[in-house]
């Protein structure tokens, strides 16, 4: 409570427990005025107020300022442009793949299709060998014989079905190859058989007159694209 002296206006912070029994006689410090201090009729008791933090206006964008919109993460980095070209991208891609896949998957069709793609495979490291053909040379045997001054060169071998349905025998390409394994000669054999039956084999014979200056190593026996002419003797 504060009191205040009636004479010199000095004020008095006290103890309002000191009231308790009423008024009581008081003098200032200052001036030495006496005087009956009693309790006010109305005491100011401080009481907090409610809530002093003032309400945050509610947001509105001035006028002068942009809306603010949806935040859209990274949209910023795709113009309309880019967004399109990026699809054209992976559509082509998509694409790519898909054809590459199917090159893939199809090798064993494609290489009987066209066997020089044989090369294209291997130079991309795909085993083509895992596609598993349909026919399938066994037995191959090669003899060199000579008659007077002419060298023949004999193959003979097997010709298998490996799968449980009839096949048809494209012509056979036949190879005589050096030591190095270039080919030295080759050509064709027709089929001993138009079709062979499930899982079922025929023999086949063939033979050239090779030159007589050449060391043939090797034979290497091909199986050629029906519909389609081989390289032919040489
Ligand atoms: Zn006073």
Not at 92 to 120: E, K, W, Y
């Amino acid at each position: 409570m504060i009191l205040e002296c009636p004479s010199c206006r000095t004020r008095y912070l006290v103890q309002i427990g000191l009231f308790a029994q009423g008024g009581r006689q008081v003098r200032c410090v200052r001036c030495r005025h006496e005087w009956r201090a009693s309790l006010p009729v109305h005491i100011d008791v401080y009481m907090p107020p409610p809530d002093l933090t003032p309400e945050p206006p509610p947001y509105e964008p001035a006028a002068n300022l942009p809306a603010v919109t949806k935040a859209r993460p990274f949209a910023f980095l795709f113009t309309d442009k880019t967004k399109k070209l990026a699809q054209h991208t992976a559509k082509i891609a998509f694409f790519a793949a898909l054809i590459i896949l199917s090159f893939v998957a199809l090798r064993g069709v494609i290489v009987r299709f066209d066997p020089h793609l044989i090369t294209l495979y291997r130079a991309a490291d795909i085993d083509v060998a895992r596609a598993r053909p349909k026919l399938a040379f066994e037995q191959v045997s090669s003899n060199i014989k000579y008659d007077g001054g002419t060298m023949h060169l004999f193959v003979d071998g097997v010709i298998r079905n490996t799968t449980s349905r009839e096949q048809q025998v494209p012509d056979i390409k036949a190879m005589a190859l050096g030591p190095d394994g270039s080919v030295i000669q080759s050509w064709q054999v027709s089929s001993p058989a138009t079709t062979i039956e499930a899982n079922g084999a025929v023999s086949f014979h063939t033979g050239i007159n090779t030159p007589m200056n050449q060391t043939i190593e090797n034979v290497r026996l091909e199986f050629v694209a029906q519909g389609k002419a081989g390289d032919g003797g040489s």
